[in-house]
């Protein structure tokens, strides 16, 4: 397999494109969250600007390795969109589990990307033998 197989690199003007897109995707299916909540790392940064361009206020970061301590938030009868940039399965599902036990209404999830398992609501494409590199990242595992 060539480097060029084997990596992909997103830089700004690719993400704001997938930005765009995937708002419109959201628009599209009539869903409008109350809340974005980002996973930790990546999902920071997607879930940010996704905010601004859907115009939700509400904002929460979410780190999986440290559940359930990392949040504990009263999001009952909220709808809750779950943002992460590459969505591996395990980090989603642990989530999704996690945010369902305070009682939102619905809880929807995003990726740029997924892996397999867990299947977004919404995404830009599913990737299988390919490490995604994006341009906060300093470096990729």
């Given amino acids: 397999m060539n480097e060029e197989t084997r990596y992909k690199v997103i830089d700004w003007d690719e993400l704001k494109i997938f930005i765009k897109t995937m708002a419109k995707k ?67 599902k642990l989530a999704i589990e996690h945010l369902a036990s305070f009682s939102p209404k619905e809880v929807r999830a995003v990726a740029l990307f997924y892996t397999g398992g867990i299947k977004p609501d919404y995404f830009i494409k599913k990737i299988s033998n390919k490490t995604v590199i994006f341009s906060w990242s300093l470096m990729s595992k």
């Fill in 26 to 92: 959201i628009e599209e299916s009539g869903y409008k969250p109350d809340m974005l909540v980002g996973i930790s790392k990546g999902g920071w940064v997607v879930s940010r600007l996704l905010c601004d361009r859907i115009g939700v206020k509400d904002l929460i970061g979410l780190d999986p390795a440290s559940l359930p301590a990392s949040f504990k938030m009263d999001l009952s009868g909220k709808k809750v969109l779950l943002v992460d940039d590459i969505a591996n399965g395990e980090s989603m």
